[in-house]
């Protein structure tokens, strides 16, 4: 009987780390480029042209809620056009390297951004050390790509579970995952409290301009590349004196950091709080806890009702008991013709005392 075996040479390659990269860039770039739709280019076209044809700053709350309603259409549209560009032949490690690509990018551009920044300036000790510091920094990720790593690292990524939309044996544990999940999100939503009612995050700040407009000095917004403006006692108005230098020109990479840290911290903290009992190794310790949980034997409420009034009797039979010796233990080791403890007399005595003489320490 005839036996066909395939040959070594026709077995079917791992995809090529290449590969990997090129997803990887391509998904990070639709990503980015979706975000500024969002964040940018809905907000611009909004002030600039739809803003006045409902009616400008006459109904400015009406505006504000169309251009979200615009802005959450958008981002659902986009989240499902990519859905569908992604559903093809998948290379692995793919959704770990576009996040990893998505930070090694924005690492890379603003590590670069400051080494050409200090290179501009007058050279010190300090500028060069911080040089030399961008440099390994520039240098270890190019290493990244050139070892092999990134993949490695996109693979590990991927294969933890962190980036996956399944949910493990979700039928099991559900009381002790959804306790899980409200005590991660009471303490990360503390957090996010606090900084929104402490002030700790930076916001925009209206000033009014030579010409008489009214604008933002974008102190609020994360810019990269735009250069300080520092007011005119003399000339500028007492807004633009109360706040800090207005920012011009550059690259706004977020805007609004006083709510668009927050949402972006309640977005990660949702996503964490869900994937964390999801996650097998954690998911299956909370199911075989809630199991054990099961198992306990609670008592009806006559037992507990019985149980705790005998507690409660033994208790106070027992404060009588200690009192009772406490008081006659003090009275016997207190007569004089025994002396171990002062008599009522003397321990009067030395009171008298204490309160006539004079106090002569401060």
Not at 25 to 54: C, E, F, K, M, T
Not at 136 to 143: D, G, H, N
Not at 348 to 357: A, I, P
Request: proline share 4%.
């Amino acid at each position: 009987m005839a036996v066909a075996v395939q040959s070594s040479s026709e077995t079917k390659k791992p995809a090529q780390p290449m590969g990997l990269i090129a997803a990887s860039v391509v998904g990070a770039v639709y990503i980015l480029a979706a975000a500024a739709i969002v964040l940018r280019a809905i907000p611009w076209l909004w002030d600039n042209g739809v803003s006045q044809a409902i009616g400008g700053t006459t109904n400015s709350f009406v505006s504000a809620a169309v251009q979200l309603i615009v802005q959450v259409a958008a981002a659902v549209g986009l989240i499902w056009f990519g859905g569908k560009l992604a559903s093809g032949p998948k290379h692995l490690g793919w959704k770990g390297g576009v996040l990893l690509m998505i930070g090694v990018g924005l690492v890379g551009f603003l590590v670069v951004k400051a080494f050409l920044d200090r290179a501009q300036r007058e050279f010190t000790f300090g500028s060069i050390l911080l040089m030399l510091i961008f440099a390994l920094v520039i240098f270890l990720l190019v290493q990244l790509f050139r070892t092999g790593r990134f993949t490695q690292w996109a693979v590990a990524i991927d294969q933890g579970g962190w980036l996956d939309t399944h949910t493990h044996k979700k039928t099991q544990g559900l009381r002790v995952r959804r306790l899980t999940i409200l005590g991660i999100l009471l303490i990360a939503g503390s957090g996010i409290w606090t900084l929104m009612n402490h002030n700790y995050l930076p916001a925009n700040a209206d000033i009014k301009m030579p010409d008489g407009t009214t604008r933002s000095n974008r102190v609020g917004d994360w810019v990269i590349g735009g250069t300080s403006q520092y007011p005119d006692p003399k000339n500028a108005s007492p807004e633009e004196n109360r706040a800090r230098p207005r920012v011009d020109g550059g690259i706004t990479l977020l805007p609004d950091l006083q709510f668009t840290i927050p949402l972006i911290l309640i977005a990660a903290t949702l996503w964490v709080a869900w994937r964390v009992v999801n996650y097998p190794v954690f998911a299956d310790f909370l199911i075989a806890t809630e199991a054990e949980i099961n198992k306990v034997s609670w008592t009806t409420r006559k037992a507990l009702v019985r149980d705790t009034i005998v507690v409660l009797t033994c208790l106070v039979l027992l404060t009588v008991f200690l009192f009772v010796v406490d008081m006659f233990w003090n009275t016997l080791l207190s007569r004089e013709w025994v002396g171990v403890l002062p008599s009522e007399r003397e321990r009067n005595e030395q009171v008298k005392d204490h309160d006539t003489k004079p106090v002569t320490d401060w």
